[in-house]
């Protein structure tokens, strides 16, 4: 099955997700229609159309994905943002 990001029930606002840096984690919620879950990316690149790159910071535990496996998502599926180093 294709695991894949769900879009965010309620938006975070424009300036908290402006606010985010290389370095900080946002919470997304990944889903394969069966399962899901909520993990955090360590952010590491930010492209001006909204876009992010990044490593998942969490060990799935439902989903066939693996902890530092590289995630591209976008500002309109983050549900939560913790800045700089984090106990996620």
């Not at 769900?6 to 938006?11: G, I, M, P, T, V």
């Not at 394969?32 to 969490?58: C, H, P, Q």
């Not at 693996?66 to 549900?79: K, L, M, R, V």
Request: hydrophobic share 35%; aromatic share 10%.
């Amino acid at each position: 099955m294709t695991v894949r990001i769900r879009r965010a029930d309620s938006l975070l606002s424009k300036e908290r997700i402006q606010s985010v840096e290389p370095g900080d984690f946002c919470k997304c919620s990944f889903t394969d229609d069966m399962d899901s879950e909520r993990m955090w990316v360590k952010v590491s690149r930010i492209w001006a159309d909204g876009t992010f790159d990044g490593t998942l910071y969490n060990c799935p535990c439902l989903l066939p994905m693996q902890h530092g496996q590289s995630i591209i998502f976008h500002d309109y599926e983050i549900i939560d943002i913790k800045k700089g180093p984090a106990q996620c």
